[in-house]
C-alpha cells in the first residue's frame, strides 16, 4: 500500500500536472470504484484543481466550489499518467480515467480484490469522515508524537500503523522505522523510556524523510512509476532470511492475519526470535528461542 513517501511524491507530480487544470471527466471502468452519490460526476466535473493534499493514505483533490474528490488506493491501486486526452483506460486493472485538456490521469488495481475508492465530497465538513484522525508525524513534536503513539495500548508495529493514532505510516515504513530505532516490534507503546521514544520519534522522521526525498530524487520531473512497498535499498522489509545491513545477521518475520512484522533479532530484540502465532502453536516447546536453536548452532 503507498504510504506517507509515496503518497507525497505522487502529491508533488499530480500537483504539477492538474493544478489549473479543468477535470473535463471522470470515466469508471468499475461502477463499484465510487462509493458517494452526492455530488454526482456531473455536479463535479468541469471544475479546475485548485490543490492537492494527503488524508492519512487518501489522495485528495481540491476543486473549485469547495468540491473534494478523495481518492484511496488501498493495498495495490497506483496511479498512471498519460499525456493524451481521454487515453484509454487499461483492461482487467484499468479503474477510471480522470480527463484532463492535456492529459489523463489512470488510476488501476493490479489485485484481483478490487479496494480502491472513490469519494466525491461536497464541503470541507465532508472530509471529515476520510480523516482518521491520526497525527502527522512529520508535523508534531516530540510531546505530541509521544502522547499520539502511547494513546491505547498496543504493540509498537500496530501503534505506528493506526491510522488513528499516526498518520500514513504503513507496514512497510513502520519495519524500517523499528529497525533504525532498534526496537522490537512486539514491545509495547507504554513500556518504553523517554530515551527510547525519542529514538523512535527521530527514526520516524528521518526514516520517512529520507525516502520522501529518495523516491523524489527517483521520480524526477516525470511521474513515479513502480511504486511499491518492496524496494532493495530498504534494510529489512521484505528481506526476510537476507543479511542485515547493519549488523549482517538473518533478518527474520512473523506472520499475523494478512499482515508481516520483519525484523533483525540481533538489533532490535537481543538475539530472541518472535512467536509467529501459527508455527509457534503447531510446534509449541519445539519453537526456537534464538537465531542459535533456528540454525542448529552449539
Known sequence: MPELPDIAVYLEALTRRTVGHRLQAIRLASPFLLRSVDPRIDEVVGHEVTGLR???KRVV????DDLFVVIHLMVAGRFAWDDE???KIPARIGLAGFDFDHGTLLLREASKKKRASLHLVRGEAGLVD???GGAEPLEVDLAGFTA???KERHTLKRALTDQRLLSGIGNAYSDEILHRSKLSPMRRSDQLSPEELERLYEATRAVLVEWTDRLREESGD???????AFRPEMAVHGKYKSPCPVCGGTIMRIRYASNEANYCPTCQT???????????RLLKASWPKTL???EGKP
Open 148 to 150: 499520539a503513539l502511547t
Open 130 to 132: 476520510h480523516d482518521r
Open 292 to 294: 542459535e536453536e533456528l
Open 222 to 228: 516525470g511521474f513515479p512509476e513502480n511504486v511499491t
Open 61 to 64: 483533490f481540491e476543486l473549485e
Open 270 to 280: 537481543d538475539g530472541k526470535l518472535l512467536a509467529d502465532r501459527s508455527l509457534s
Open 85 to 87: 486526452p481521454g487515453a
Open 54 to 56: 494527503r488524508i492519512g
